[in-house]
């Protein structure tokens, strides 16, 4: 069977930057599951995976625009220290999530701390980076009703519930 849309995909990889180093993989646990076409994965790989079958290997390499985008430095924020309940503990590197003004929330990162303010990020940690895939294809079958319907995939590698 081959990979199209609404097809569960499970899949082996290892996710590397430019310089090789890795920053997620599926080695030593449950491989990815996800259901093909729903935008549950980045464009780019998924667009890379598009007609393959089960035990394919390939190597994808996904340009910042079809994985997380490009930086937008308009999506940094310097906030005054006092909008912070602790802001004495507040470090660079933690993460927050925030409502945005049309009622979405959204996962910020530190990326700055000075005496008066706090600088938040509001980019994806991987926006602006060429991600390097190395992926096989362990599974592909068709989703069930129930899996369309919730739009994600139950079972090994998916959702317990």
């Known amino acids: 069977m081959l990979i199209a849309a609404q097809k ?19 080695k030593g646990g449950e491989p990815l599951a996800y259901i093909h076409g729903l935008g549950n994965i980045i464009p780019g790989l998924e667009t890379a995976l598009e007609g393959k079958k089960a035990g394919d290997a390939m190597n994808v390499s996904v340009a910042p625009a079809e994985g997380y985008g490009e930086r937008d430095d308009s999506l940094m924020q310097a906030v005054p220290r006092e909008m912070f309940e602790t802001p004495d503990e507040i ?4 993460q927050f999530h925030t409502t945005t003004e049309d009622g979405n929330t959204m996962v910020v990162t530190v990326s700055e701390v000075t005496p008066e303010t706090i600088t938040v990020d509001a980019n994806h940690p991987l926006a602006g980076q060429a991600l ?27 959702h317990q519930h």
């Open 8 to 26: 569960v995909v499970v899949i082996d990889y290892t996710l590397t930057d430019g310089e090789g180093t890795v920053i997620d993989s599926s």
């Open 91 to 94: 470090q660079v590197g933690m």
């Open 132 to 158: 390097n895939f190395d992926v096989t294809i362990v599974e592909v079958r068709d989703a069930t009703e129930e899996e369309l319907e919730h739009g994600h995939v139950h079972g090994e590698g998916g």
